[in-house]
């Protein structure tokens, strides 16, 4: 128990202060892409963009491996799949082995919309950025990638 106090004694107040410039920083991240979403009037929201990353990420992945991935509630996952198969962004398949599972995969004009989504997100990444050496993005990658790591880890 004493090493635990140690370490929160040792930790100033510019751990919390990145942390909230984390939280901001992906709240405007964000905002902006949700921004150039509706500029291009491509009519989704953010999480549908969210829910097409997934599914090109992952072809042939279920609703149920979907809601593992990203915590959300499966009744509201269960209605944003409905709309983008509504749409003609994603397609439906019954498993070959267990015909109770659903896979997922993008259609072709669903493809065609998360290459723009994507597009778009290398735009706003390069904009962000911006005068960062190459080198310090590979540091900083190591460095948020050592405290995910630090936080996988049980107390």
């Known amino acids: 128990m004493q090493n635990k106090v140690d370490l929160v004694n040792q930790v100033d107040d510019t ?6 410039s984390i939280h901001t920083l992906m709240h405007q991240y964000r905002a902006l892409q949700f921004a150039a979403i ?27 491996d979907l809601a593992q991935h990203s915590g959300r509630d499966k009744a509201q996952l269960t209605r944003l799949i409905a709309r983008l198969k509504e749409a003609g962004l994603l397609q439906a398949h019954a498993d070959a082995r267990d015909r109770r599972t659903v896979r997922l995969t993008l259609t072709a004009e669903g493809e065609a919309l998360h290459d723009t989504l994507r597009q778009q997100g290398r735009q706003l990444a390069a904009k962000a950025m911006g005068g960062i050496a190459a080198a310090q993005r590979r540091e900083l990658l190591q460095l948020l990638q ?10």
């Open 15 to 20: 751990a919390e202060q990145i942390f909230e």
């Open 38 to 64: 509706r500029a291009d009037e491509l009519g989704l929201t953010h999480m549908e963009g969210k829910v097409l990353g997934y599914f090109s990420r992952h072809p042939g992945a279920s609703q149920s």
């Open 146 to 155: 050592q405290v995910k790591s630090n936080l996988d880890q049980p107390d």
